[in-house]
């Protein structure tokens, strides 16, 4: 009966990705840009590089349904995806590999997977997550573990949480020597060793204690570089969760506080949550903000920005983006709105539609010489010839595009018809160039709005 289930989730799953492959096809969106995942709310990103692509296994924010009883305005998770990217740019979404109703000790009505994490280990795929048990006097937060043969599943969830561990924000680290060890939060950040089946713990549970005594500290998340072991963590040092870090000669400690990552959310979020990976060369820092939910921060979406090391291995702090990483391609439809830089008056950004705010943004550029600029696009091996930009204005007007920076060499000009709806314009391109290479997109007229921009041969 199990492996009937699994073999139909397998199925169920490749068709998925079949789906989501013709959707990207047939839509010609990126989907490069913070957030990164733009169909759903997602939050606390772990991510792992598997077998060459990176991999996100995210908690995953719903808005709560009516009727379950549940605590106003507070989280609510029922279930986790998996996420997988070869480019940063473009990310599966392999659809929901656990649940709250998937393993007999979790309360099923708690609605409370917060954040997970998952390792690989002798080819199989341990993932953690932690949920409300039902268990009698266990009933607080408990934290489980389903194993699969593939990363993006099927996960089989254990029967059991892991004995001797109540908290929540499982992460996961394996040193070069195969030891695993698992950190956990709850008040206070916690390490255990984990033995080889990666089901129990092999140690005394230690907190780590040379954490910050005052403001609330979780999702620990620890990496080695060049043998350092950072113990990364969001703390309230002041009002809302910032990302910190302690660095130390061993995974379980001590360590010493190093530094700030990032600081407190621009957009409000009272949390974060933090991954660090090198992938392909560079090193990422995945996180979450609130940006398709700026009135309630419980609903939030996952992002990732370059993080940089100084020479002595302190990390330098990293300021949140909405370009986020990632190569552009120049003929599908770029979202400018994703902006590397914007002139200091007359451009703005704005959902198209505040009710419904997964429809994305719009770029308003309302004074003359005003402009938004979208690095690292990818022209491609031949120049392309031609413009397309979805865009509108009351009155008519005139739009530039320049190339690399606001005082590049103008590649086209685009009439921008009187009219209340929005119009596909098409234009010819001068000067073009192969490669990689910036936009500007400059307002030569009157108000206009640009929901995107692409090129084609
Ligand atoms: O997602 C719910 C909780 O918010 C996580 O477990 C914490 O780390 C914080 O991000």
Redesign the pocket.
């Known amino acids: 009966m199990k492996n009937k289930t699994i073999l139909i989730q397998g199925k169920a799953q490749i068709l998925k990705l079949v789906f989501i492959w013709c959707f990207i096809l047939f839509t010609g969106f990126s989907f490069g840009q913070n957030p990164i995942i733009r169909d759903q709310f997602t939050?606390?990103p772990s991510a792992r590089v598997i077998n060459g692509k990176v991999f996100v296994f995210p908690?995953h924010d719903i808005i709560a349904p009516e009727g379950k009883n549940l605590r106003p305005n507070w989280?609510c998770?029922e279930d986790y995806h998996v996420f997988s990217s070869e480019n940063l740019t473009d990310w599966i979404d392999h659809g929901i590999i656990v649940s709250q109703y998937d393993a007999p000790w979790i309360d099923s009505s708690s609605y409370s997977m917060?954040?997970p994490d998952c390792i690989e280990r002798n080819g199989k795929y341990y993932f953690y997550y932690?949920a409300r048990s039902n268990e009698g006097n266990r009933r607080g937060s408990r934290i489980g573990v389903a194993v699969a043969e593939n990363p993006e599943g099927p996960y089989n969830p254990q029967p059991k949480p892991i004995e001797n561990v109540i908290g929540?924000?499982p992460a996961m680290f394996i040193d070069h020597d195969g030891q695993a060890y698992l950190y956990w939060s709850l008040g206070n950040l916690f390490v255990a060793k984990l033995k080889d089946n990666m089901l129990e713990l092999d140690s005394e549970v230690k907190i780590i204690e040379e954490m910050p005594k005052e403001g609330l500290k979780?999702?620990p998340y620890l990496f080695e570089r060049n043998g350092i072991y950072y113990m990364t963590y969001?703390h309230v040092e002041n009002g809302t969760e910032r990302l910190e870090y302690a660095i130390g000669d061993n995974p379980m400690g001590p360590f010493k506080f190093a530094g700030v990552i990032m600081d407190e959310s621009p957009t409000g979020c009272w949390?974060?949550?933090q991954s660090i990976i090198e992938y392909k060369n560079q090193w990422y820092l995945f996180y979450h903000h609130n940006d398709y939910s700026p009135k309630f921060d419980k609903n939030r979406s996952i992002r990732v920005d370059s993080l940089f090391f100084n020479t002595d291995g302190t990390i330098q702090k990293v300021s949140p983006t909405l370009r986020g990483v990632g190569v552009a391609d120049a003929k599908q439809k770029i979202q400018i709105d994703r902006y590397s830089h914007l002139s200091e008056t007359g451009a703005s950004i704005a959902f198209h539609d505040t009710l419904d705010t997964f429809k994305g943004w719009k770029t308003i550029l309302e004074n003359k010489d005003s402009w938004i600029q979208y690095n690292t696009v990818d022209f491609g091996k031949k120049k392309l010839k031609k413009v397309q930009v979805k865009a509108t204005s009351e009155v008519g007007s005139t739009l530039e595009i320049r190339l690399d920076k606001v005082n590049g060499s103008v590649i086209s000009e685009i009439e921008i018809p009187a009219g209340s709806d929005w119009e596909i314009v098409k234009a010819g391109t001068i000067k073009m160039k192969k490669g990689i290479h910036n936009i500007v997109v400059i307002l030569k007229g009157n108000a206009a709005e640009i929901d995107w921009v692409r090129f084609e041969k």
Do not use: L, Q
């Open positions: 939050a606390d908690s989280f998770m917060w954040a932690p929540i924000d979780e999702g969001p949390t974060n949550h």
